[in-house]
């Protein structure tokens, strides 16, 4: 294999491994903007990639998978609002509570139902989301350089990775350009002002909730229909927090979003790379130390050496009147 | 989302404002609100007319319900009982949107704005004329062109809130209320956080506004201003609307004794001061923030015992930082500080204690008490480590409550309780608590910031006297303060801060306005 076979391949495996961390972190940005912390995204993702599974198992449709995720993980955020907007909880103690529920559940569920260790049955070819062949794959194929970054990276993805990044320039679009936008922006830097604007701050956040519930089932769908065939437990491995980690890096933008999960991607499809391959002039590494990569980056960013993140100000904290 | 009812005004309907002038009833009449949060009883019995076209005062000490009052106005809070009528109409308002819909428009003391978007997207916010924002931006432009034309308020509209100076954002919360035509502008507390040239130019606008027509409605503790500008004035105490008077018709000393409930002495009464040595003098210093921005630029000043020397400016003039340093919280990047001869720069406020410096802060929420604390455990806060209340790490509960209920009784300070939460007593008997503190160690030297700011009248008699007997009894006293009528009682010297440097030093004598423009940094 030449470098830029390898290049090629790693890209390729950067975009499978992005996929989740995009929708999750997008799924981050709705909430945080509206002044919702939500470290259950973590939980979310999980829930929602058991009960795609079941359903895509079950009807032997993916697109029920989906719809069955997005369901769930949508619950799971109403949860979560009701707890942390109605009742004004603790956002965080309200995250890792529904996470640790998500952990627990899907095994037990998928225990009870299937019988197979906590894990779903394996998906038959078509009750999963499968790769998508675009358009001039055969013409490209022999064009140098350009070819085989067409073929191997761009086209081949399942059409969950391309409505991920879909989802990037239309979540900037709904944030920066819209009244429900304004609105969400304003309410996780001053709910007051938009209380006394005559808008209502608990309805308002529900809505943001309830997108970011909404795109934890699709990176939950596809953990399990369309990057596996299956759900396997504890699938979502601390994604979901890696995925605040890059929606912190940055600085709650949509676009920098996106490139923030595609670097973490690109360590974890390196590390994956690396697994037994000699380091020239060092020799062998032990597969961990790049395993460990993409968590050190996590600590480097989030003690502060990509400068100063501002959160949203008025986020963590329940919306109270003040008399 | 229900769909917004207000309508951004890009058109003016002069038919229904023709018609608002000719009827005569009042813009806002309040039918016996009455109010309880708990066993709080806020508003009791409340009958209150506005008549339109006029710039009416209500005043009050702290807590004296004139907030609750307006935001029951303004749709925040339902009353329990009573009736709202708007231009003659019985009205519910629900939540603030019924109150926009109805016309009234509110500055809040602490703005609502969005500090990281601009002035239009404040603006637009709740009235965007659209699901896409792009369909209303032009006409929100053009509207505020035109309120700028009308009433003289021109603010850049692509301005982000945070690089504004405190005047120009409250005039965006009140063009806010103008673009969702507001023929009732209610302003809570406004002149709080405004230079006097500041404040002035606010009363301009809103001399314009009520000529135009609208009616403005005045929330102050300050009698000042209500002389100045309104038309008529409502007086409030513990609840209650205790008279209503035609402000050409009152004094300052009627009002004060409405608010109070007894005479209260408006002056600070003080005899001429003897100066002694020199106790605390100030050489060269330069403060930088934590940002490395120089706050304080090569200071240089001196304190005698007996004299109250005060330190005017405008907030955020490097005033905060000056106290700091002296006291101890903030590193001095260069300079001398001495007290009574010694070295004191850069000393931490424990040593600073022993040696005889004692601070009442500028925020006694953030540095002053401890919140959650019971009155008796914030009594010796800073002076925990004294034998007398305790020994070996043990703390001598006993006789620090016994010591706290003496200062409670000395200082009237309200309830007399030593073990109720701190955060459960007002403004005015918090900063009493800290006052009795710094000042019952008998320090040689005091420095206070902003000593009564959220206090009340009565407090704040209580406070200058205790101020001046300190002064008396020899020590030497620097205070700062925002506000200049208390700079201006108190001091026997007063020195004014712009961008970091004392620009000039005057008399107690010296006018208002020669100060005023001190503080702005056009006159020396």
Known sequence: MDYFDILVSILGSTIRLSIPLLFTALAGLFSERAGIFDIGLEGKMLAAAFASACLAYVTGNPWLGLLGGIAVSIIFSLIHGFASITNRGNQIVSGVALNFVAAGLTIVLGQAWFSQGGRTPQLAGDARFSPITLPGVDLMRDVPYLGPLYVNVISGNNILTYLAFAAVPLSWWVLFRTRFGLRLRAVGENPGAVDTAGISVTFLRYRAVIVAGFLCGFSGAYLSIAQSAAFIKDMSAGKGYIALAALIFAKWKPVPVMFACLLFGFLDAFANFMQGKAVPGIGEVPVQIFQALPYVLTCILLAGFIGIAHPPKAGGVPYTKER | ?524
């Open chain 2, 1 to 524: 989302m229900a769909v917004s009812v207000i309508r951004p005004l890009h058109v003016r309907r002069p038919e229904k404002e023709r018609q608002r002038r000719v009827s005569q009833h009042p813009a806002i009449e309040l039918v016996g609100i009455d109010k309880s949060f708990g066993t709080v009883h806020a508003n009791k019995n409340i009958n209150l007319k506005v008549e339109k076209g006029t710039i009416h005062g209500i005043i009050g000490e702290n807590g004296a319900g004139k907030s609750t009052l307006m935001s029951i106005l303004y749709g925040f809070y339902q009353a329990d009982r009573g009736e709202i009528r708007i231009d003659g109409k019985p009205l519910t308002i629900r939540d603030s949107q019924a109150a926009i819909a109805a016309g009234i428009g509110m500055v809040h003391q602490h703005f609502m704005l969005v500090e990281n978007f601009t002035v239009l997207e404040n603006i637009m916010l709740g009235a965007e004329g659209g699901q896409l924002l792009a369909k209303g931006v032009a006409g929100a432009r053009k509207e505020l062109k035109r309120l700028e034309t009308d009433y003289g308020l021109d603010v850049d509209p692509d301005a982000v809130i945070e690089d504004l100076p405190v005047g120009k954002q409250q005039r965006v919360e009140i063009l806010k209320a103008l673009y969702r035509s507001a023929d009732i502008l209610i302003l809570d507390e406004p002149t709080g956080v405004l230079t006097p040239a500041e404040a002035d130019h606010l009363f301009k606008v809103l001399k314009v506004l009520r000529d135009q027509g609208k009616t403005v409605i005045l929330i102050t503790h300050k009698l000042r201003e209500i002389m100045a500008i309104t038309d008529d004035v409502s007086v409030m105490r513990r609840g209650e609307m205790v008279a209503t008077r035609k402000t050409a018709e009152t004094t300052v000393e009627e009002l004060a004794e409405l608010m109070v409930g007894r005479r209260v002495l408006l002056r600070v009464e003080k005899g001429e001061p003897r100066p002694g040595k020199v106790l605390m003098s100030v050489k060269n210093l330069t403060v930088k923030d934590s940002r490395g921005v120089t706050m304080v630029d090569d200071v240089s000043f001196e304190v005698r015992e007996g004299e109250i020397v005060g330190i005017a400016g405008v907030a955020g003039n490097g005033q905060s930082e000056l106290l700091e340093a002296i006291a101890g919280i903030r590193k001095p990047a260069s300079g001398e500080i001495l007290l009574d001869g010694q070295p004191i720069a850069g000393a931490d406020p424990a040593r600073l204690r022993a040696l005889g410096l004692a601070h009442i802060p500028e925020d006694r929420h953030h540095m002053g008490l401890v919140l959650k604390f019971e009155e008796y455990e914030n009594a010796v806060l800073g002076y925990h480590r004294d034998p007398r209340y305790g020994k070996g790490g043990l703390l001598d509960l006993k006789a620090i409550r016994a010591e706290a209920a003496e200062k409670i009784e000395k200082y009237d300070i309200r309830p007399p309780n030593p073990r109720l939460k701190t955060a459960n007593f007002s403004g005015g008997n918090q900063q009493k608590i800290v006052v009795a503190r710094e000042i019952e160690r008998d320090p040689k030297a005091l420095i206070i910031g902003q000593p009564t700011r959220g206090v009340d009248i009565g407090a704040i008699e209580f406070i200058h006297r205790r101020i001046v007997e300190m002064r008396d009894a020899g020590k030497a006293i620097l205070v700062v303060s925002v506000e200049l009528d208390e700079i201006r009682s108190l001091s026997d010297r007063i020195l004014v801060m712009f961008a970091g440097k004392v620009v000039g030093e005057k008399t107690a004598e010296a006018g208002e306005q020669t100060l005023g423009l001190m503080m702005a940094g056009i006159a020396a």
